[in-house]
């Protein structure tokens, strides 16, 4: 059947700065690349300028200009969708079923990966909200902000006017959640139930936000996925940003004196003299910005400075994928080892504690293939588990806890990566080929979808088509397990976790990248 477009009956909206219109289509009122604020260079975000007349809101807007060059690969297992950069990026989309002031929607705001340097709000074909708005019955709103240099960079001790430039990114997307509290109702949202969901640096971003006192109230429950900070992944480095962007002056030969020449430099020029001069003063140690700085306005992330008491007050649901940083191809196929091939390959891994570590991975996933014990992650599932237990302490609100340890059809049954559960939380499958398993993917595609929009319409994710899935305890982590079948496992891979910390070396993301890149 035909699916419907609109545009002419669609009504205006009076948004607090001026009038908007989008557009329908299948049911779903579309209005894309929303100003939500407007900000001078490494300056914090302004309300934006009223206009006369009415805006058409059928375009995405910019997204925040990168460090370097996208290059597109492993398309099959993230699809990409690129866009036009510029650094007034300070937009939001909406996809409602619903212009209705009553209708009270809950509203689902999604804060994208990229950790604090790239990626965009319509970065992954998955982002794409119109699914979960149609199936989910809520308002989905999606958000670019400041990013890198432009978002994460410390001037503060050049001048008052840059005192908070190192969190302009976070700052952004406190001004959106602020557009969104002044104006959802008009897009049928309820501005008193609003969820944050993230992926990776989204993930950080909704912890961020929560360590963020101005966001109070702002938002009241929160989805991290693969996204808990420890400072292992992303290390803080101390100090300010003289160190950093004093080499940057030096680079561009521009005299201290005139600080506010950055303001004007093309971006370009800006982020190659940030290229250049980056690494060395990282290997002395010293800030080099990139992720948000701990101040008045932004209080550290949980795990570090440990939880405000408004932040424990936020319902959460934390979770990781089984492979995370797996994206590699193996130089073998699982399917066709045979016992002693398997043998020598973990062994060639975990020598002396081959055994030991067979074991143990055998007791938590009696399922997977045990060379699978390879492509487990540890970088995103140990502190997901110690941030739900650290929340639990609080005793103010519930954390759950899950892990997506679904097996796809590629390369011999490849394990679950970074971003893989991407699709199934925003009902997107069908818009992400790999992610489709006949007999399969719908099924758990319905039961992830689901529980995230039980956990936006109440504070805890139970549904029918699940087993009941217990919030976690500061003794106990029940772990809802996403897979072919799902199930609730509990501190079962306690052991497991722990051996793998001691006898591997520290996870190197910048290594990783490297061994990808070649």
Known sequence: MAKIFCYDEVPVIQTKAGKIKGYKYDGVYIFKGIAYAKAKRFQMPEPVDAWEGVKETASYG???PLLTQETPSAELLVPHRYWPQDENCQNLN????SLEKGAKKPVMV??????YTAGSAIEQEAYDGFSMCDNGDVVVVTVNHRLNILGFLDL????????????AGLADLVAALKWIQENITEFGGDPDNVTLFGQSGGGMKVTGLMQIPEADGLFHKGIIMSGVSDGKLLPMLSGDGREIVTAMLNQLSIPESEIERLEMLPYYEL???????CMSVAQKGAYIGGMPIVNDYYKGEPLITGFRNH??????MVGSVFGEFAFAPASFNKQELTKTQTEEIIKSQFGEHTEKVRELFAKAYPEKHPVDVLALDRIFRLPSKELVKLHAKEKKAPAYLYEFTLEFPYQNGKVAWHCSDIPFIFHNTHRVEISNIPGISDELEKQIFEAAMQFARTGNPNHDGLPQWQPVTPEEAPTMIFDRKCEVRHNFDDELLKILEEIL????LAAMIQDMQH
């Open 271 to 277: 982020a190659q003299a940030y290229n250049k001069v």
């Open 94 to 97: 909406i996809w409602t079923n």
């Open 311 to 316: 932040a424990a007050t936020i319902p959460l």
């Open 62 to 64: 910019f997204v925040c």
């Open 156 to 167: 503060s001790p050049f001048g008052e006017k840059y005192r908070n430039s190192g969190n």
């Open 110 to 115: 999604w804060l994208h990966g990229g950790g």
């Open 505 to 508: 070396p520290p996870f190197n």
